[in-house]
């Protein structure tokens, strides 16, 4: 089930860069989500922006998510 709805809700793109291992731990199924950063901008269902930065992974929402795309489209056209 998760799986299915995993794929539903992230990029072609996401998906090729994910693993995701399964495991038991105190009777309960967990999920590991291993997923390879190479510099690209992530959307999930296409509306949301999630921005890495350090430990920690930040949901940028209006203006914050426009001035960040602006600021990615001129670093990788310079």
Same mark, same amino acid.
């Given at each position: @089930?998760?799986q +299915?709805l995993?794929?539903?809700?992230?990029?072609a793109a996401l @998906?090729?860069?994910?693993?995701?291992?399964?495991f038991?731990?105190?009777?309960?199924?967990c999920? *590991?989500?291993?997923?390879?950063? +190479?510099?690209d901008?992530v %959307?999930i269902n296409?509306?949301? %922006?999630?921005?890495? *930065?350090?430990?920690?992974?930040?949901l %940028? *929402?209006?203006?914050? @998510?426009?001035?960040?795309?602006? +600021?990615y489209? *001129?670093?990788t056209? +310079?």
């Open positions: @089930m998760f +299915n995993y794929k539903q809700i992230a990029s @998906m090729c860069q994910t693993r995701i291992s399964w038991e731990s105190e009777g309960h199924i999920a *590991k989500i291993d997923v390879d950063y +190479n510099g901008v %959307l296409g509306t949301e %922006l999630y921005v890495r *930065k350090d430990s920690s992974t930040h %940028l *929402k209006g203006q914050d @998510m426009v001035d960040f795309i602006r +600021n489209q *001129k670093q056209i +310079n």
